[in-house]
């Protein structure tokens, strides 16, 4: 038994984490269950990879109703889409493209030790991000001011000349509500996305001023790249589905 | 002991600190944000072209290109390990099945109510009437009665 015991406790204090819990070898930023930084980093970039395949899985199926919808009612998403406004949807898509672009250079920033570059280049990326929630609110204001909401809650303003009548109808089986419940799911949940960003960027901002981040250790600036950029990947397809097609 | 964690890059074993060190010049990064900015204008031009059907596959086939560029440089998948490359295509692979055989069902639906003698049934229900628009039908006797109640004048 105590043989037994003393060889375990053997096995534990030796060889199990490499270098024996010296911590001088340590970089700060080596979490203990790993061997060295670049296992470290491989396991957190492969995790990052997965996490953005089941974001892109989860938007597929949004994408496939669009398609689905599309295929159904041809006329009637051509009709719909022209009233979305393809200069804003224009402008939000020059502004997230550019935020990619300030983003990867705040990772090569961080790549090659240049920290106070790497606070400019968030920022941006950050004012960008805003700019674009700050046009979706001045669409979706328009949007719900007309009525043109999904559903049940569709109530667009009609007339009928001949009848005398006008005012707003709902429940149009079939109709424009679709196309909008299409557009508000998959905007929202897109916006959902680059909210969360903003604040994964000004965590990884606050961070950067802490110093936390060298060329020897800059995964986390990589992988909330890796995110951002899946968010402007996104809205490329968004942007001609939803605006542009004719 | 450290060694014997290996770093893969590009599916070869590479020193641990290796991993760290591709460093895209800036040039490379401005050059992928013009050609997007290029493909972002083409887009918009190519939608006021009546192109007919071929429309949405001439703005399938820039934006992928347009995301190519992105997953390629800015996500840095071109000079990584291939095995994220391999996590990302089996992804495609997998919305590419979800897709097919969605459609594969719903294309196929009309075929099987043919074959099966209910296309008479469906269309006496009238469910094979798509519904109609509302910039395309006149309102109902009951819409305008609901307007003469609850609308305005």
């Known amino acids: 038994m105590s043989t037994a015991h003393v060889g375990h406790e053997a096995a534990l204090g030796h060889d199990a984490h490499g270098d024996g819990h010296d911590h001088a070898a340590h970089p700060p930023h080596l979490r203990h269950h790993f061997d060295n930084s670049g296992q470290q980093e491989s396991a957190a970039k492969l995790g990052m990879w997965i996490f953005l395949a089941t974001e892109l899985l989860m938007f597929s199926g949004l994408f496939l109703a669009y398609f689905v919808v599309r295929s159904n009612y041809p006329e009637m998403v051509l009709e719909a889409h022209e009233r979305l406004d393809k200069i804003l949807g224009a402008i939000n898509t020059v502004v997230l493209i550019f935020s990619s672009l300030t983003m990867a250079l705040a990772v090569r920033a961080s790549q090659t030790n240049q920290r106070v570059q790497a606070r400019w280049y968030l920022l941006v990326t950050i004012l960008c991000a805003m700019t674009f929630m700050v046009v979706k609110y001045m669409e979706y204001s328009a949007k719900i001011e007309h009525g043109t909401l999904p559903g049940r809650f569709y109530a667009e303003h009609v007339q009928d000349l001949a009848a005398g009548v006008e005012g707003t109808l709902d429940r149009w089986y079939g109709g424009y509500q679709l196309f909008f419940g299409i557009y508000f799911a998959m905007t929202g949940l897109h916006g959902i996305h680059v909210l969360v960003g903003i604040g994964l960027i000004i965590w990884i901002m606050w961070k950067n001023e802490k110093g936390a981040y060298s060329s020897e250790y800059y995964t986390p600036v990589e992988n909330v790249g890796l995110y951002w950029h899946l968010v402007d990947l996104i809205w490329i397809f968004l942007f001609p589905l939803l605006y542009l097609v004719k | ?153």
């Open chain 2, 1 to 153: 002991m450290s060694a014997d964690a290996k770093v893969y890059i590009k599916g070869r074993a590479a020193d641990a600190h290796e991993a760290h060190h591709h460093v895209m010049p800036i040039s490379t990064y401005l050059k992928v944000f013009g050609a997007l900015m290029v493909l972002t204008v083409l887009t918009v031009v190519v939608s006021y072209l009546d192109l007919g059907p071929l429309a949405l596959g001439v703005a399938m086939l820039v934006a992928v290109i347009k995301a190519a560029a992105v997953i390629g440089y800015f996500m840095h998948l071109k000079f990584d390990t291939r095995f994220h490359t391999f996590v990302f295509l089996s992804t495609l692979l997998f919305v590419a099945i979800f897709f097919t055989l969605t459609f594969f069902d719903l294309k196929t639906r009309d075929m099987m109510n043919q074959t099966w003698d209910s296309h008479a049934y469906a269309r006496d229900a009238g469910l094979d009437q798509k519904p109609a628009l509302r910039d395309t039908r006149p309102l109902t006797a009951e819409e305008i009665e609901h307007l003469k109640t609850h609308g305005h004048h």
